[in-house]
């Protein structure tokens, strides 16, 4: 086998670079908008209101069990014939936003059970509100096991976005795809494209790993 | 009569009439208790039995079907609007609260601030002092019950008994009139234990408190309370001065409970 470094080096590499930047940003929005996302659901899901709770809890089920890819068709080519025409990569976001809100809803809700009834005990006991409870004692402790959680979401993203490349998003996989058939040449593309994914994920893990050890310097002192 | 008074006693804490459930577990039927003020009282008696129940009411932790809870004769679980009762607002429950500090069996400290950010939090948010103010006052705390070292720990840097004086710290600092003890020493080492006593001893003495203290300690109960109070089912079944409870009790389950712990230790 003879790998082609021509190509590599010059059409591969600096055309997958600028797709990066696609990859990235498509990655870190959709991971920033489920952050809040995530949080709305939990309230939402949590509510008083029985029907307030029900709705979200069955449209949390919804998203949770149709695939994701058919979630960005029906976004993208679906909501069109409703009068909403969106671009590629807003669809994309709005997918990946919902998908994974729903699913940083249940880890924060997790993260906020971890913490012992005896700190919400000893809240009440000392008098504080239920807001002075909840901003500084209960979420700053609960953010050590929910830190790690949303770490693995960035980096499950990131591994998501090729899936854009169906609906003509230039990510990183779309362009990969098109020097393909520019060039009658997969093979460089598509592993660049994987070792492109290796370095992402690392960079990702390792960002998560550096808030993750503060986190827990700062929470719980170790 | 102060506004919220039902009537005026000279009793600290009442319980009238009260029913504590679990679900289908009945931990207090009809009970009912009095404490004078700056009274001391131990509640001694098996696990299970209500002890830790009572000391959750009066902090307003636990809800109870029916009945009652009086402080300096202010209801804690109603209150009275237009003379009739109706369920407590988040304002009056706060004002209640903030007569009584409370003590855990496992300590509960925030594990994310320091002894002395533990003492100051409450007495900032709640007593409105400033930072400085309230700094001062927990220093002074800290200091009392021995621990002038350890401001600036955080608790998984301190031993069992230093948290638990903390925690004891933490109560003060909101300057309460009732404290409740709910098995203080049950989670320590044994050779923390007598540091921890020590600290509620003064305070039991400094007869500035009315104490509540649920204990297995039954040496220390009958040094420094009051008033024993035997509990078993959900109900007192013998209560009097310590000499009289431990040294002639009458009750044939107290007999029972005292022979055994005196077995065990």
């Not at chain 2, 007495?123 to 930072?131: A, D, Q, R």
Request: net charge neutral; aromatic share 10%.
């Amino acid at each position: 086998m003879d790998w082609d470094w021509e190509l590599t080096l010059e059409v591969v590499i600096p055309r997958l670079l600028e797709a990066t930047w696609v990859t990235v940003y498509v990655t870190v929005i959709s991971f920033l908008l489920s952050l809040v996302g995530g949080l709305i659901f939990m309230i939402l899901k949590t509510s008083k209101n029985r029907l307030i709770s029900i709705i979200a809890t069955e449209f949390i089920e919804i998203i949770r069990s149709t695939p994701l890819l058919i979630q960005i068709f029906f976004i993208f080519f679906g909501l069109p014939r409703f009068g909403i025409t969106l671009p590629p990569v807003t669809s994309g976001i709005i997918a990946f936003s919902l998908y994974n809100s729903t699913l940083c809803a249940e880890v924060y809700r997790a993260g906020l059970l971890a913490i012992p009834k005896g700190q919400w005990e000893a809240c009440t006991a000392l008098n504080l509100s239920f807001v002075r409870s909840f901003f500084r004692i209960i979420f700053p402790q609960s953010l050590v096991p929910i830190v790690p959680a949303l770490g693995n979401f960035l980096v499950g993203i990131f591994k998501e976005t090729p899936i854009l490349s169906f609906v003509a998003v230039a990510e990183i996989m779309h362009v990969a795809k098109l020097i393909g058939y520019e060039y009658y040449e997969f093979t460089e593309a598509i592993t660049t494209v994987g070792i492109f994914f290796i370095i992402l994920s690392l960079i990702s893990a390792k960002l998560i790993n550096v808030i993750e050890n503060y986190v827990r310097r700062t929470v719980i002192h170790e | 009569m102060l506004e919220g008074q039902l009537f005026m006693s000279d009793k600290k804490i009442i319980f009238e009439n009260v029913k504590k459930t679990y679900g289908d577990l009945i931990v207090l039927d009809d009970f009912n208790f009095l404490v004078d003020p700056n009274e001391s009282v131990a509640i001694i008696g098996p696990s299970g039995s209500g002890k830790t129940t009572i000391l959750r009411l009066l902090m307003t932790l636990e809800k109870m079907q029916e009945g009652l809870v009086y402080i300096d004769d202010e209801p804690i679980n109603m209150m009275k609007v237009n003379d009739k009762l109706v369920p407590v607002s988040n304002s009056y429950i706060r004002r209640i609260r903030s007569k009584i500090g409370m003590v855990f069996q496992n300590f509960n400290l925030f594990p994310h601030m320091t002894a002395l950010q533990n003492c100051i939090e409450s007495p900032v948010h709640t007593k409105g002092l400033s930072k400085t103010q309230a700094i001062d006052e927990s220093k002074k705390i800290l200091d009392s019950v021995g621990l002038s070292d350890k401001y600036d720990n955080y608790p998984s840097q301190l031993s069992g008994g230093q948290q638990q004086r903390v925690a004891i710290a933490r109560a003060l600092a909101m300057r309460p009139e009732i404290l409740l003890f709910d098995e203080p020493t049950s989670s320590l080492d044994p050779e923390m234990i007598g540091e921890v006593l020590n600290v509620i001893r003064d305070l039991i003495k400094s007869k500035k408190y009315t104490v509540l203290l649920a204990t297995h300690q039954m040496g220390f109960a009958k040094e420094v309370s009051d008033r024993v109070c035997f509990f078993n089912d959900g109900n007192i079944i013998e209560e009097g001065k310590p000499e009289k409870i431990f040294n002639n009790p009458k009750n044939e389950r107290l007999k029972k409970f005292l022979s055994k712990i005196l077995e065990a230790s």
